[in-house]
Structures are given as C-alpha cells and as structure tokens.
Nanobody, 123 residues
Framework: EMQVVESGGGLVQAGGSLRLSCAAS????????IGWFRQAPGKEHEAVSC????????YYAGPAEGRFTFSRDNAGNTVYLQMNGLKPEDTAVYYC????????????????WGQGTQVTVSS
C-alpha cells in the first residue's frame, strides 16, 4: 500500500527558507490529490496548500499565499513545499496527505497521511 513520508523540516531563523518533501513509499503520487497541512502546539490542524492530481487547481491558505510554493517532480513520486520568508508563527508539525482520484479537482478527503516533519522558526 502506498504511503507518504515527509522530510525537510528543521530549525530556521525568521526570514529563512525550507523545502519540505513528501515522497511516495510503495507506489507513486500520480493520480493523487495532495495536501500539505500543519498543526502548531495548542492550535487546530489547518490546511496550507492543496492540489489536484494534475496540478491544475492549486489552493494556498492565506498565511501561505505568496510565500509557499507547491511543486511535483516529473516522475510523480515526490512533491515539495517550498517555504520562503518564514515567520515564527509558521512553527508547526507539517504533514503531507494524499487521496487517489481520477477527478480533475482537489479532493479534500485525504486518506493517506505521513508522520509529519517539525518546522521551527526562531525570531
């Protein structure tokens, strides 16, 4: 069964950048709608960026817009979240999620979740 595994988190100063990766284990991310989510201590789980299987529809949450960029490698096995201009309020555990679909729209009912990667932004 295909699983997703995140990496790329770490400690960075405010204004810095990180690139998170989400790799498919045991399969491919082709034909998967993908979402990046985050959860900060004491806060709700929130969406950061979501995309349909063909990367035609792209959603960025307000805090991510203009600073974060989603991309997918040509092989379809890894997706990325490039995060620039990081702020202390971006500190959270970031999760990748996936849902297989043939629909050309973002499918938000994600059923495969990674374990998360910690992002810490110091002021």
């Amino acid at each position: 069964e295909m699983q997703v595994v995140e990496s790329g988190g770490g400690l960075v100063q405010a204004g810095g950048s990180l690139r998170l990766s989400c790799a498919a284990s045991g399969g491919s991310l082709r034909d998967y709608s993908i979402g990046w989510f985050r959860q900060a201590p004491g806060k709700e789980h929130e969406a950061v960026s979501c995309v349909d299987r063909q990367d035609l529809s792209l959603y960025y949450a307000g805090p991510a817009e203009g600073r974060f960029t989603f991309s997918r490698d040509n092989a379809g096995n890894t997706v990325y979240l490039q995060m620039n201009g990081l702020k202390p309020e971006d500190t959270a555990v970031y999760y990748c999620a996936a849902r297989w679909t043939l629909l050309d729209t973002i499918v938000y009912e994600f059923d495969r979740w990674g374990q998360g990667t910690q992002v810490t932004v110091s002021s």
